[in-house]
């Protein structure tokens, strides 16, 4: 069996140091650093105050008010990337087979955030078990590339990988080989995460396994440094569209690069 070629024809990115592609390759150029003290909790207690954060994002600027209140920020970064990366590949969807286009999608964790706000509350109340009706579709890993389907009407192959932080390496190599043996034509794939919350960092921690660099927070990431004292949490997401090459040829596509 001939294995297919398979290249990539999308793009998209909500990083902390940029909310799309050339926001996020002009600021990697220039050495811009995510880090900075973070603002969505109060960390006085906490051993680390910082974070790479996203700055700049409205989610009322993606999505309307109800259909925000029940998509965690991790959901809500996966289908701003995955729009950013399925306009990018300039995918007619009148033209594609649906049923020959996939998401494969990677977490690590989902709705850490969901999961500890319901917690905490439920933990605040009298005993009375008040929840959220979206709780569990909010907080489950598999909701992103869920939703990413439901949006664009994709019915090939949908899942979340869970590998800790090779998730989304792990979800790009099930994509390309999805596509290689001939099952789809295109995968939207990637990853986001929103583990910027009192428990992701407490837990982390608990682990000593972030740094406490505060008072120098933008250098404080140095991995491969002598110096080093731990990892940075950050949030966001990554997206690209792969397709199989005669696919993308057909079709007249922006070609990036092939994955070999």
Known sequence: MELKRVVVTGLGALTPIGNNIQEYWDALKSGKSGCAPITYFDTEKFKTKFACEIKNYDPLQHFDRKEARKLDRF???ALVSSDQAIQDAALDM???DKFRVGVIWGAGIGGIETFQNEVINFSQGDGTPRFNP???PKMIADIAPGNISIKHGFMGPNYT???ACASSANAMIDALNYIRLGHCDIIVTGGSEAAVTMAGLGGFNAMHAL???NESAES???????TRDGFVLGEGAGALVLEDYDHAKARGAKIYAEVI
């Open 94 to 96: 009148d033209a594609i």
């Open 134 to 136: 979206f709780f569990i």
């Open 211 to 213: 740094s406490t660099r």
């Open 161 to 163: 990988t869970v590998s």
């Open 75 to 77: 959901a809500q970064y």
């Open 220 to 226: 404080a990431s140095r991995p491969f440094d002598a």
